[in-house]
């Protein structure tokens, strides 16, 4: 294959990486913003947070992904994070590193969530803890799944 064509193949690969991993995120947050709604006593509650559609909730997850990406990056710059780095000083940056970047990830995720839902900080928090409880929901029974299929298909082997 010619180094051009790899080229294209990875960049149609990485677009519909992004569109379907933005679709999903988008559904789990939709998901979140429900159960949210649910605990505050109805989406007619005062204390509720406005449903978005998929759509803008695509964008959001796309905002929110953009803005971990930027601050993922300048964290491995700050820290000087590589591939080489941790095992030619032995400092163990990287662990340091990722202590650092889950509360700038989750600050990044709850200052879009209440500039984009609209909706308060605190309640953006909520939201975001919901999101991330269901993501790990799905993600805990996509494993176990996995493990019991591929457990009985090494125990039939």
Wanted: charged letters at 10%; one cysteine or more; aromatic letters at 6%.
């Amino acid at each position: 294959m010619p180094e051009g064509a790899a080229v294209g193949v990875l960049v149609c690969v990485l677009v519909i990486g992004a569109v379907v991993g933005t679709l999903i995120g988008a559904v789990f947050l939709c998901a979140a913003v429900a159960l949210y709604n649910k605990l505050a006593g109805g989406a007619s509650s005062p204390d509720s947070v406005p449903q978005p559609t998929l759509g803008k909730a695509m964008w959001i997850i796309l905002a929110i992904s953009l803005g971990q990406l930027i601050a993922g990056s300048l964290l491995g710059l700050c820290t000087d994070v590589g591939p080489t780095a941790p095992r030619v000083r032995g400092l163990g940056v990287d662990g340091i590193a990722e202590l650092i970047s889950f509360p700038v990830s989750f600050l990044i995720i709850v200052g879009i969530l209440s500039a984009k839902l609209p909706t308060t900080f605190g309640r953006a928090i909520v939201v975001a803890l919901c999101y991330m409880f269901i993501v790990l929901l799905v993600v805990g029974v996509l494993v176990g799944v996995a493990v019991l299929v591929f457990g009985v298909a090494l125990e039939g082997a």
